[in-house]
């Protein structure tokens, strides 16, 4: 571990992971990566969250790098395990910020504690399997791994297994896999090689305890969530590329007090290209 990673004994006995970035006396901003991620996803943006004043603390869900897997969870479960991260480190009131398959964690969380939150976001949100055209845009590799999320968990860990030993052992051919499921504005950001270092590594870290997390974060994100986005009554802030492939807006349909962005000429990494304006605009709408 460096000196940024912390683990945190929750009450029912498991390990959380977790990595403070930024201003450690700015606004404090819980972020939760995609599927699959760790907390180190949100290390590129150490430097920025300095320069505008935000703490920014990198969570590992269950399964993922640090942090102890935790069998059945659903999503509304993970709302407690940031409640009492935020009580651990003394924090009363809190922004969460989700990239992708951390998307519905944040609605999780303004859906079961919102006097908690100073601040929702959402950037490129993965998209409730119920909805209708989920997968149409998809690419087809990335459509056959929510038809496996679904169908078959054994293959869904084998797949796992794969996208794990390719990040550790031909780190390049993982990147190019990636950008083959994605639109050509994401092929832009991942040949950018301060990006391509920290998607290497945050694959590693993700199966740093195997691939159960993650496979078991994927088959959330694949079928239904568990509850509905019409009853979450606070602000979202939204951000989503025209060009994004792996995801589609219907989120922002469904939330009753949504504040859409949808970025033209950018694809599912934009917050690789938008990192400063994000950070920026919720260091704005946090209360201090």
């Known amino acids: 571990m460096n000196s ?16 403070e970035y930024g201003d450690p006396r700015g606004k404090p901003l819980f972020y939760f990566n995609g599927t699959p991620g760790s907390r180190i996803e949100a290390r ?8 505008v004043g935000i703490r920014l603390i990198g969570t590992d869900r269950p399964g993922y790098g640090l942090s102890d897997f935790r069998p059945g969870r659903r999503f509304v479960d993970w709302p407690d395990d940031v409640h009492e991260l935020a009580q651990a480190l003394h924090i009363e009131r809190f922004g969460v910020l989700g990239f992708s398959g951390g998307g519905p964690h944040v609605a999780a969380c303004a859906l079961k504690i919102p006097r908690r939150l100073t601040v929702a976001a959402i950037v490129s949100c993965s998209v409730p399997s119920e909805a209708r055209g ?4 998809m690419p087809l590799q990335r459509r056959l791994l929510h038809s496996v999320a679904q169908r078959l968990p054994w293959l869904e860990r084998f797949l796992m297994w794969n996208i794990a030993l390719t990040a550790r052992r031909f780190p390049g051919l993982m990147i190019s896999q990636m950008g083959a499921m994605m639109a050509e504005p994401d092929r832009a950001v991942l040949a950018r090689p301060e990006v391509r270092a920290l998607f290497v590594d945050n694959f590693v870290e993700a ?8 496979a078991y974060d994927l088959s959330l994100v694949a079928r239904p969530w568990g509850f509905d986005l019409g009853e979450i009554a606070g602000e979202i802030h939204l951000w989503h590329g025209e060009q994004d492939t792996n995801a589609g807006p219907v989120v922002s349909e469904a939330l009753p007090n949504c504040h859409a962005t949808f970025l033209p000429g950018e694809g599912h990494l934009l917050f690789w290209n938008h990192t400063e304006g994000i950070l920026r605009r919720l260091s704005e709408l946090m209360v201090a």
């Open 44 to 51: 590129l943006a150490d430097v920025i969250a300095q320069s």
């Open 4 to 19: 940024q990673d912390r683990t945190l004994r929750l009450k029912d006995g498991r390990q959380l992971g977790y990595a």
């Open 207 to 214: 199966f740093r305890r195997g691939t159960r997390g993650a």
């Open 134 to 137: 989920t997968t149409k845009r």
